[in-house]
């Protein structure tokens, strides 16, 4: 679980931008989508391909 400890002087908004980019770095939100709702096995499918789509594109970009 993402925690932050405000400073002593610290603004809220400060603290807030903190604590948005620790939870965007573990991970949290996109596992709080996916747990959102039913998915149904077309959509799961749908979204793997798209992933696996994503990723060799990923993966040709980077290679000369």
Known sequence: M???????????????RRFK???SRAGIFPDMR??????TPIEK????????HKQRKRKQKFRY
């Not at 996916?34 to 998915?39: I, L």
């Not at 499918?45 to 696996?52: G, I, N, P, Q, S």
């Open 34 to 39: 996916k747990h959102r709702h039913f998915e």
């Open 21 to 23: 980019s620790k939870v």
């Open 45 to 52: 499918r749908k979204r793997k391909e798209l992933a696996k």
């Open 2 to 16: 993402a925690q932050v400890i405000p400073g002593e002087n610290e603004e809220i908004e400060s603290t807030l």
